[in-house]
């Protein structure tokens, strides 16, 4: 079958070549009908636009690159779907990088992006030291904007959500349930960790409660056989402490689902011994045993948002005038059987 080009539609439709481009390009110069006619004609027949073509022309790609640590779990799938929404309006196409929370990869990933000619690139790094100075170098020639992992020191809209207080609702809900010993199970040079460690440490200074170092531990999170180890190691050296916790709380997806499944691989019942809550988008909570509590952020908000912004970056001609947001969405809980029985 022949391929799909600019000229084969142009004869089909009867049209200009340039009438053809500017329509598939939202042009204001064509009317919303030809546009139309075009466009739902062009996706019929799976015309691909020449990207190479175009970037000799423009200057630009039309392709947006998305470098993540991880693409494993609902909360990347449901952060990807927004953003490859978002990105689809704005005709924009997506390139998908996983750095797999390795900082040698992720530089590559940032690297790559640069080599392929994005219009731009939407970020969430390692930590908040993680390639700091080529994200500094790569941000004077492309725009950037950071997604989740926001704590990270470069003048860009950055995108996430309120981590302090989603950790303080989810120990306030152990505490109301009667729960005051409570562990966090952090991850080790991640980036969300800071925040919500901070909640935790602000919850226990307003309920006056104190806290206890021994139940602070870091997972190792670079794989699942590391995670899955460490899990169970911490797990069996906090209830051999002379006071164990009675309640976990986890500050990503990847521990406090994986930690369900450890305390059944111990035989340790979920939430007579130990109640778990934490941050999980899982679309299983429901059915996991026992259900899970979540606290559960908007994903597809983050990635829609995260587009948006770096769309406005780009159809900017003079970007020393933006203004640059933190902006933080809040997070819900939802509450089931590993913390009320």
């Not at 030809?34 to 004609?41: A, C, I, L, P, Y």
């Amino acid at each position: 079958m022949a391929k799909t080009t600019l000229k084969s539609l142009a004869q089909a439709l009867n049209m200009s070549v340039s009438t053809v481009s500017k329509a598939l390009n939202d042009s204001y110069e064509i009317s919303e009908v030809t546009k139309k006619t075009v466009q739902e004609f062009a996706k019929k027949h799976n015309y691909q636009p020449n990207v190479h073509a175009k970037f000799l022309k423009t200057g630009k790609t039309n392709t947006i690159g998305v470098v993540l640590p991880k693409m494993t779990g609902s909360f990347e799938a449901q952060i990807l779907a927004g953003m490859q929404k978002a990105a689809s309006a704005h005709h924009y196409r997506t390139i998908i990088m996983n750095t797999m929370e390795n900082e040698e990869l992720e530089k590559l990933a940032l690297q790559s992006m640069l080599d392929k000619s994005v219009d731009g690139i939407l970020f969430c790094p390692i930590h908040e030291e993680s390639n700091i100075d080529l994200a500094k170098q790569i941000l004077k020639t492309t725009p950037i904007v950071v997604f989740d992992r926001t704590r990270y020191p470069i003048e860009t809209h950055k995108v996430g959500v309120l981590n302090t207080d989603g950790m303080y609702n989810a120990c306030k809900h152990l505490w109301d349930i009667g729960r005051r010993k409570i562990a966090i199970f952090c991850g080790a040079r991640q980036g969300i960790t800071t925040e919500r460690l901070s909640g935790y440490m602000e919850a226990h200074r307003d309920f006056q409660i104190p806290v206890t170092p021994a139940y602070i531990v870091h997972c190792n999170v670079k794989s699942l056989v590391d995670l899955q180890d460490d899990l169970e190691t911490h797990v069996k050296n906090l209830l051999q402490l002379p006071v164990p916790p009675n309640a976990i709380v986890g500050v990503a997806d990847s521990i406090t689902t994986h930690l369900l499944g450890i305390l059944a691989k111990l035989e340790i019942k979920v939430p007579e011994t130990l109640a778990v809550i934490g941050f999980a988008n899982t679309d299983l909570g429901l059915s996991l045993n026992p259900s899970l509590s979540t606290i559960r952020q908007p994903t597809s908000e983050i990635g829609e948002i995260s587009v948006n912004k770096l769309v406005e970056i780009m159809q900017k001609k003079n970007r020393s005038q933006i203004e640059w947001e933190d902006i933080k969405l809040p997070t819900s809980i939802q509450l089931r059987r590993s913390t009320i029985g």
